[in-house]
């Protein structure tokens, strides 16, 4: 919900509790989705050679060869 002044909005919406960013779980759930994305940016990096050698493997082999011709 969009509201341009704090008059406009609800009852309900200013009843809302405060935002605690300071749960338990936190620092812990933060340094997974930190983890996942350095090893994703990671693999995105490292896997160019990879698809290359899979790719050039796969190039010289006789039945590709024979159905591309």
Known sequence: MV????????????????????LP???PLRAAL???V???AIGGIL???LFTWASDAVA???ILQAALS
């Open 60 to 62: 010289g082999t006789p």
């Open 25 to 27: 779980g936190l620092p």
């Open 38 to 40: 350095i090893v994703t």
């Open 34 to 36: 930190v983890g996942c």
């Open 3 to 22: 509201v341009k002044e704090p008059q406009e909005a609800s009852d309900v919406v200013k009843a809302y509790p405060p935002i605690n960013w300071s």
């Open 47 to 49: 896997s160019s050679p």
